[in-house]
């Protein structure tokens, strides 16, 4: 939908800013042009990084980061600039679930980023994690994944600024979507555009063929998804889902089904992964603090006005 708008580019998945920023002692010190090569090669040929969805140049892109300025953030930005450019569009956005526990992480790198977390019914989101070819984990973990959302989701909205912070559900985006769609583009800063109701135009284009669990986008929009774990999902796992996500569930409007609580060991088995991703997650995060007092080079990219305007503060 966001692609949809006129001015606005949105690309499919990229797998390069968090794993890149936590790379950046491997790149050495950014303001040496050669080390900026070593990175935008990084970016265009790793097939990690998921580049070649984005159909660039990956050897003009590498110049550009090259000649661009000497940051993480920037040469980043750069990548996703050229993706908005070769569709005509001055502003560009980028999608990955996980990042909600990375915003700290992406404001270092993107000092004047907004940020849209879009809600859907957790017993949804565990039902379509559960159909994912890609996911490899089981429903415990997957319920955990939606709490934590919902957890990061609730402090963000508290900490950032009004202007940087945007929440909207699925169920009223898919039932309303130029009413929801207008009040997203207002907190952008953008003109709503009525193609933005019509995504399935750019869908054919924007998303690659063998995501096939995005099928979904090249139709109309529909709300026939919206409650759908009630057939996706089997008994016990609505009880697991209601259980452990019921006050989150209630706090967005999503009502219980009257499902009988869960078995006791599979509460202790959502705790226990709960546990292990916190641990997981704090370690990570100490290891960055202490990785930020001896960083080689600046990190915040300096390609907007606003960016360029905070680093005139510091």
Known sequence: ?????PRIAVPPETRFVVPGYYRRFVFGDLREPGNRRRLAKWIVNDKDTKFKELKLDGDKLIEDIVAGPPTLGSAMGIAFRSYAEQYGKSRWGDKRPSYYHHV???????????FVHLI??????VASLKEMPWYTKDIFHAVVNWAEAIDYGRRHAKNL????YYELRYENL????ATELAGLCEFLGEDYDPAMCEPSHVARVAIPQHKVWHSNTHGEVTTARSGSWRTRLEPWEISVCETVLGERLQAFGYEPSGAPKAEKAHVEACEK????RRWARRRKEL????????????VAAQLTTRQLGELAKV
């Open 1 to 5: 939908m966001l692609h949809s708008h």
């Open 287 to 298: 290891r960055d603090r202490v990785n930020r007092l001896r960083e080689p080079s600046p």
């Open 161 to 164: 600024p009004a202007d940087s």
């Open 273 to 276: 992964a709960a546990s292990k």
């Open 120 to 125: 859907r019914d957790g017993r949804d989101c």
């Open 104 to 114: 700290d992480l992406l404001l270092r790198l993107f000092p004047d980023a907004q």
């Open 174 to 177: 898919t039932a309303d979507p």
